[in-house]
């Protein structure tokens, strides 16, 4: 399967922003997506993820109340509602698509090539 995330930018302290993530092929439905984040000089972190029905989510502590990670099976998307953000959610955001929901970015098979959001102070 072949990942697009877009939907980044500026954004000031306390806007939103929604990521998109486009997946191609008909086997979306088949794999459970995930974000994932890396900071400038930091190591890529765990953001989100969710089931392949969409009935399960985890998020990171830093996010959880924030973000909301969705899907839309028939449109082959996952989406990223991110409120609230933050000075230190700058980073360049990835989805990625794994067999399950994990938070463990190397059980992830397939990447995005990666959206950069900035929040300004």
């Known amino acids: 399967v072949q990942l697009q995330a877009f939907g980044g930018g500026l954004v000031q302290a306390g806007g939103c922003l929604r990521l998109?993530?486009?997946?191609?092929?008909?086997?979306?439905?088949?794999?459970?997506m995930g974000w994932f984040r890396q900071a400038p000089g930091k190591e890529r972190e765990f953001v989100a993820t969710?089931?392949?029905?969409?009935?399960?989510?985890y998020y990171a502590d830093s996010v959880k109340g924030r973000f909301t990670i969705s899907r839309d099976n028939a449109k082959n998307t996952v989406y990223l509602q991110m409120n609230s953000l933050k000075p230190e959610d700058t980073a360049v955001y990835y989805c990625?698509?794994?067999?399950?929901?994990?938070?463990?970015?190397?059980?992830?098979?397939?990447w995005g090539q990666g959206t950069q959001v900035t929040v300004s102070s």
């Open positions: 990625a698509a794994a067999p399950g929901p994990y938070t463990i970015q190397t059980m992830y098979n397939y």
């Open positions: 998109s993530c486009a997946a191609s092929g008909r086997t979306f439905s088949s794999y459970a």
């Open positions: 969710i089931s392949r029905s969409g009935s399960i989510t």
